[in-house]
């Protein structure tokens, strides 16, 4: 299960959280490590720090976007120290968090998602993700580094899986690439009845791909959304003749 889940690493500006992020994954046996478009890397200071888990290094995948990162992954968890700021998705602790991640990892990938530094995800990056986990803390001072935070969330993963706390899911989930093909068809379709008029489209699709991203349609569900939309543009282009 462990190799079902990635930590995926977002405009990293300073080597050397990578270096120890890859030393916190690989204590707690986690070993795949994407980074989304990092300021410097490969770097010695990330080698020097990532110490005994140089191999993590050598073995990251690079990407230029989130999307492409998580693309394959049928669960994206995002962090954040702002528990106000999540979009009405379903709002986690680490603990709970980690046992949803490894119970999902189970039938596929999982992705948990670290923003920047200074920053952390941005608001467009975090509607790309299902759930959002938060680390308890000073509610004076919660903002952990970044190596600190996923030191934190990899024990916890790691003791979900050593002390099996979780409960198993029998639904299958779309990966996040069918549910892009799903966007783009939804939005055709809405355009195509001028539900969304190009003079006042609004934020009706990022409201839409909220609400999906929040309920999280199963495999079957999903093909028999598509299945609605196909529907809709048939009859569309019989009325047409």
Known sequence: MLSNIRVVLINTFHPGNIGAAARAMKNM????????????FPSPEADSRAAGAKDLLDNAV????????????????????????TFDLPLLNARKGAERIVAESEQGNVALVFGRETMGLHNDELQQCNVHIYIPANPEYPVLNVSQAIQLLCYEVYVATEEKTYTPIEEE????????????????????TEFIIPQHEGK??????RFFNRSRPERTELNMLRGILTSIEETVERLKK
């Open 62 to 85: 690079i990407v230029s976007s989130l999307e492409e990162a998580i693309s394959d992954c049928q669960l994206v968890i995002g962090t954040s120290a702002r528990t106000k700021r």
């Open 204 to 209: 009706v699709l990022d409201k839409l791909r």
């Open 29 to 40: 046996g986690l070993n795949n490590l994407y980074l989304v478009e990092p300021r410097e």
């Open 173 to 192: 989930y779309p990966r996040q690439k069918e549910m892009t093909l799903f966007y783009s068809h939804l939005e055709k379709v809405l355009r195509t």
